[in-house]
């Protein structure tokens, strides 16, 4: 096993243990609930805007640790970004799941670029992109706690 693989599973196993923004957030403006109906992996993604920023996010929910990362990752990575750059963010990493990343996407990607590996595996792409579309579901919904479902 490469170093790399390693240490891309080490961050995958550490988000996972020790979910970043794992919790209700009572003061959100968006809420979307996300489902995997093939694995069973269920979350919650709650969004608070201030104008065009997301300035805080949260998530809660069960799924396996690919999911729980993945989740944990996209929060962090979210977080103080606009509308227009979380959208950003939802189609690069889109696109490294399905078809990897291209050598621009990998650098603008950051941590995220953990899940580059994960396209090998189709039936694990809707793990790691459940949260990612449970995110962009909250930013698309209306206002006041009411969001979309995402189904992967």
């Known amino acids: 096993m490469s170093s790399l693989t390693e240490l891309y599973q080490n961050v995958i196993l550490e988000h996972n243990r020790s979910p970043r923004n794992y919790r209700v957030m009572d003061d959100a403006d968006r ?56 959208e950003e963010l939802f189609e690069r990493f889109r696109g490294l799941v399905t078809g990897g990343p291209s050598p621009a996407d990998s650098e603008t990607l950051g941590k995220l670029a953990v899940f580059s590996g994960v396209s090998q595996y189709p039936t694990r792409v809707k793990c ?25």
């Open 31 to 86: 809420q979307a609930e996300g489902n995997n109906p093939l694995c069973g992996d269920q979350l919650t993604v709650w969004l608070k805007l201030e104008g065009d920023v997301i300035s805080d996010v949260a998530f809660q929910g069960l799924g396996c640790a690919i999911s729980r990362a993945s989740a944990s990752l996209m929060t962090a990575a979210v977080k103080g970004k606009s509308r227009r750059e979380a």
């Open 128 to 152: 790691a992109s459940l949260p990612w579309h449970t995110m962009k579901a909250a930013l698309d919904g209306a206002e006041r706690r009411k969001g979309g479902t995402a189904e992967v």
